[in-house]
């Protein structure tokens, strides 16, 4: 009875053809992932051929860090107003999940003060700190709790993540707050100033815009900004293993950006009694003037991956992906 000698090389060939199999099918599941959060999102075509040739490599990368860390990883997606970092964050928690990674997700923006606690605020500090948004008007406590849970959460645990009504301004009902069940893989935190460093006491003396030279004459505001920046907010951002930027060509083009995330959030809304017309949004976005130059210029050094987008909101250039 012969024997039958298997040849190498059509094996080699015919586990190449199966890895290809594979590859091409994740390639096209993920492709329709993002065409679907694309339209969801009621974003351009341009996004979708992005999102496929630099954030599917980012996943990859993301991937093999989750599975070399021994506790989860903590990824801190930062950018300016309307750079796209909250559809960013879904997008990689949907890819993520996609490979069997358990991801929990939430921006900075879930941690606001409630109206009232902001009102509060501005009586006792700065009338501008009823405007959410700069630091200081999150509920920092409460973000590190959460944060420290996450990271130390058993797989008979829960821990409940709040939401933000921005339409509203105000902090959702608990009935409608996201549960996160057992370990998990990732913590994604976005914000548009994660990251951040204090800024030089010295450079607060002058003011940036008019906002800060006609209702901020005496610096209180940004020096209970910058204060507040250097305490719990610098010990949430420590805990960031891998930090992404989705960097803005200048603050220039951050009011068009953010016009139209408020636009969006006209349709989406029927009851929007906080939502904004052109001028109040023009005094709106001068709250983060300051601190939005200072991440433009100091946060690209900090990053691990940082996506240079150009004037037409697509990426122009990429960085710490080789």
Known sequence: MGTHKSNPLIHAIFGIIICLYFIQKLFTVYSQLIKKIAEIEALPSSYVSDALEYFLPLTKFIAKKITRAETPLVLGISGAQGTGKTTLSYLLSQLLIKQQFKIAR????DFYLTRNERSLLASEQHHLLCTRGVPGTHDTSMLL???TGLLNQTENQK?????FDKANDERAPKS???TVKGSVDAILIEGWF???TPFDAKSLRKPINELEKIEDITREWRTFINKKLSGDYQEIFSQINFLVLLQAPSFSHIYDWRKLQEEKLR???ANAHALMDNDQLFRFIQHYQRLTEHCLSTLPERADVVFSLGPDHRIAGCSGLT
């Open 176 to 178: 409608d707050w996201s």
């Open 267 to 269: 349709k989406r809304t």
């Open 106 to 109: 939430f921006s900075l923006d």
């Open 159 to 163: 821990i409940e993540i709040p939401k």
């Open 145 to 147: 709790a959460k944060l």
């Open 194 to 196: 994660v990251g951040a």
